[in-house]
């Protein structure tokens, strides 16, 4: 089995068109040179019934064993872990049904936050990287899920056309209902920047946060055309979908 990546490694795979803090650019530039990350690898899956988008944000308590160790050794390596939607069985281990049906499709985390509440207990938060499908996994001894996957190439950048231009709006008049009820900047659920004109952006942020299933967020997850992605969430906001419900 191989050891999962860095997570400044992973993120040069996915130079084209992915968005990189600018003081990281040059260390990516250079590890994608040396590294080879178009294959396949072996890391450590967190299953939940929620999906991560890239550029999203998620909060985590962490509670048991094989987690609390999966993660300090992520946090302190820096190393990256899957975020997997549960399709089938619940996030608590059931003796009575033990088995659970992974999403083929996931997206890399890394932990951005790593805080002690009290002994045993962690509140954690993760920001998503690039997309993932998962070709296979299994389980350890100690019930940790473990997966191998291939990343998927980054969304391209897409401009929000006129036609969705009330859906980019949507978002910005949520960013700022959300930023007047004062919240420090580790309860925000979204980052800056706030790319309100790119259309992954959009459909990532927006996808987040709709009343929607995990295998209805995750066929909007392994769209490879944001602005098909965008289009879809359109529909269901045209339908009827209750975004700002979501939000209280």
């Known amino acids: 089995m191989g050891h999962a990546p860095r997570g400044d490694s992973i993120e040069s795979h996915f130079l084209n068109g992915a968005h990189c803090p600018t003081a990281e650019l040059q260390q990516i530039l250079y590890i994608a040179v040396m590294t080879d990350l178009t294959k396949p690898f072996w890391i450590p899956l967190f299953p939940l019934q929620t999906v991560l988008f890239p550029e999203g944000l998620i909060a985590l308590k962490i509670f048991e064993v094989r987690y609390l160790d999966m993660m300090k050794t992520c946090f302190k390596n820096q190393e990256f872990f899957g975020i997997v939607g549960i399709e089938e069985g619940a996030e608590i281990e059931d003796p009575a049904k033990p088995n659970i ?26 920001v998503g990287h690039a997309r993932f499908s998962l070709l296979q996994s299994k389980r350890e001894k100690n019930g940790l899920w473990m997966g191998e996957v291939q990343c998927v190439s980054a969304d391209p950048d897409i401009a929000v056309p006129d036609e969705l231009n009330d859906t980019a709006l949507l978002l910005s008049e949520i960013i700022t209902s959300v930023q007047k009820q004062g919240l420090s900047e580790s309860q925000l659920p979204f980052q800056e920047p706030y790319r309100l004109d790119d259309c992954a952006w959009v459909s990532n942020r927006l996808a987040e946060i709709l009343p929607l299933s995990v295998s209805q967020k995750n066929h909007l997850l392994m769209q490879d055309n944001p602005r098909l992605r965008l289009d879809l969430i359109h529909e269901l906001l ?6 700002n419900s979501t939000l209280h």
């Open 238 to 243: 045209e339908d009827g979908v209750d975004l």
């Open 101 to 126: 049906l992974l999403s083929e499709f996931g997206t890399l985390a890394k932990i951005i936050e790593f805080d002690p509440i009290q002994p045993a207990l962690y509140m954690t938060r993760s």
